[in-house]
């Protein structure tokens, strides 16, 4: 008979892990279903109601007053958290985390910040995994594989990629090495919470969006050069939106020591702005710029806006994620660079879709499954060199600073700079 781990039979690992899929896959597709219904419907209603944006001040305040009095220091770090208890999983993750970053992301999006979804998808999915390692008594180790599954369910139904949410959940917390101790755990659930999520959203309305790829070019040494000239912009880019969200997170913290008034400060400079820009364009998820980067051309100032007005709404504190965002970025960045680099503007912006992601994210594997789910298999090619040359050129720097370091980038180069395989083995062996 074979053997798992520690004379497991893999039989018995995967009945293990179906059964406890069966349970939290269907209860993070109901969370991210929620989720995603509540920020449809808010997001209709600020733009049918555009004098609120001036209420966003006022509501960041109110999301920080809730944090600081009933939230913790643990409960703020959102997705750090939940990355610091994949590598050190022997305490819980609080409960309270998951209602209050769906309420403070709903409202984020209701007032006008700019924000995703992913960040509260991940949270809500890691938080709600881990209630359940008490419920079956499990290992630290075994915790860890739970924390992940539960990530990877919350990323794959909120997106509806669940490939990609699974490798997600595998890649993000170790830049340069996945865990593939926990791929059962975190393919059934992100399948069972994906397909739970979209029985729902079908009764309740709620749709994933696509995007058409409707012209790929001839696989040629020329193109193959256009591609890698775009994924080391596109990784530049997410470099850029981590250090920038990262700048203007520290700015306010120097600057304004009693928490709650960084996302009121932060709501006045952002509906300022969006008065003087006379637009509501860059806040918000932003899904429609995104959709119309694949089929028209844009300003080429918009991936800049976003950046700008994304990086100051998280650095100030307000609730949500940064993927959406990234495609935003990303989508209008290639559709912008579609004017000097002679590929289609659909497959520009496409790449650009998942490549300033994969930089920023540090996630190139992932990336690239999200692409082949949401294009196609035939922009595969030219997105997987995106991806992996965007990650390259993004350095260490990521929007998650609690993500480890694996196997550094610089390997590839022939060095051995960053390596922290040693300390993830030990760290690994006090966790089992």
């Not at 996302?263 to 400079?269: S, W, Y």
Request: glycine share 12%; charged share 15%.
């Amino acid at each position: 008979m074979k053997y798992y781990s520690d004379q497991v039979p893999i039989s018995k690992h995967i009945l293990k892990w179906l059964l406890i899929s069966i349970i939290v896959g269907p209860l993070v597709g109901l969370a991210s279903a929620g989720f995603l219904w509540s920020l449809q419907w808010a997001t209709g209603w600020r733009e049918a109601h555009a004098w609120i944006i001036w209420l966003l001040p006022l509501g960041g305040l109110s999301v920080g007053l809730i944090y600081h009095y009933l939230g913790n220091s643990e409960v703020d770090a959102g997705n750090n958290l939940i990355l610091e208890r994949i590598h050190n999983p022997k305490r819980m993750i609080p409960f309270r985390m998951a209602p209050m970053v769906l309420l403070g992301t709903v409202a984020t999006h209701l007032f006008g910040g700019s924000a995703g979804r992913e960040g509260t998808a991940v949270q809500m999915g890691g938080t709600i995994a881990d209630q359940f390692s008490k419920i079956f008594g499990l290992r630290p180790r075994d915790k860890k594989l739970l924390i992940i599954a539960g990530v990877s369910a919350g990323f794959a139904s909120v997106f509806g990629t669940p490939l990609a949410g699974a490798i997600f959940g595998l890649e993000v917390f170790l830049m340069g090495r996945m865990n593939y101790k926990a791929i059962v755990p975190s393919f059934l659930s992100a399948i069972i919470a994906d397909q739970t999520t979209r029985w729902l959203g079908h009764h309740w309305g709620i749709h994933h969006s696509h995007y058409i790829i409707d012209s790929i070019p001839a696989f040629e040494p020329q193109n193959i050069l256009y591609a890698l000239l775009a994924g080391a912009l596109f990784g530049l880019a997410g470099m850029s939106f981590a250090k920038a969200t990262h700048f203007f997170g520290a700015q306010f913290k120097k600057h304004l020591k009693y928490p709650p008034l960084r996302p009121f400060v932060g709501g006045i400079i952002v509906a300022v702005a969006v008065w003087l820009l006379g637009t509501t364009k860059y806040i918000g998820l932003g899904v429609p710029t995104i959709e119309a980067a694949f089929h028209e051309q844009l300003p080429s100032y918009d991936f800049i806006a976003k950046l700008l007005f994304t990086a100051l709404t998280l650095g100030a504190g307000y609730k949500g994620g940064e993927v959406t965002p990234l495609f935003f970025i990303g989508a209008t960045l290639g559709n912008a660079l579609s004017n000097f680099i002679p590929l289609p503007m659909a497959l520009m912006a496409g790449m650009g879709f998942v490549a300033v992601f994969s930089g920023a994210a540090n996630t190139p594997i992932a990336t690239i499954f999200m692409a082949i789910e949401l294009f196609g298999a035939e922009s595969g090619i030219y997105v997987a060199l995106a991806c992996v040359t965007a990650y390259l050129f993004s350095g260490h720097v990521g929007i998650y600073k609690s993500q480890k370091i694996g196997a550094s980038k610089h390997l590839i180069f022939g060095r051995e700079e960053g390596e922290l395989l040693g300390d993830i083995r030990k760290e690994e062996k006090e966790n089992a």
